[in-house]
């Protein structure tokens, strides 16, 4: 399975989730960007380096390597705002999720929600993870 953007253009509005939570994914000028919505905010891999270092140069996604870990944990971290929660979960939810993501919509885009973070860690968690 894989998850896409289902973003009509740039300017859409991301947050059609029951969470509130989107995140947005594309490249600038090569480099992999992800975004919080609302409010259009940076996701960096700062705070996520600090618990394990997987990457230098950032994110990625489309396969198992080590920038989609350092994405999965920092995904994880920012929606959970729980690092025991984000450490425990980061790999599996690597696999299952970050891995599969691709850019395929006309804008270049990978969407995902709050909701689709559940789905794949409340199932393993057995319970929603959400703050």
Not at 25 to 46: C, F, H, N, S
């Amino acid at each position: 399975m894989s998850w896409t953007s289902n973003s009509q253009s740039s300017g859409t509005s991301h947050t059609s989730d029951e969470t509130g939570v989107v995140y947005v994914g594309y490249r600038q000028r090569g480099r992999a960007i992800v975004e919080k919505y609302p409010g259009r905010e940076p996701l960096t891999p700062d705070r996520s380096l600090k618990l394990a270092d997987h990457s230098l140069p950032g994110f990625e996604w489309g396969y198992a390597g080590s920038d989609p870990a350092q994405l999965a944990l920092a995904l994880l971290l920012d929606y959970t705002d729980e690092e025991d929660v984000a450490l425990a979960e980061y790999m599996a939810f690597k696999n299952e999720m970050v891995s599969r993501l691709e850019c395929s919509d006309p804008n270049q885009r990978w969407r995902l929600t709050g909701s689709e973070i559940e789905v794949v860690v409340g199932a393993e968690a057995g319970e929603l993870i959400a703050p």
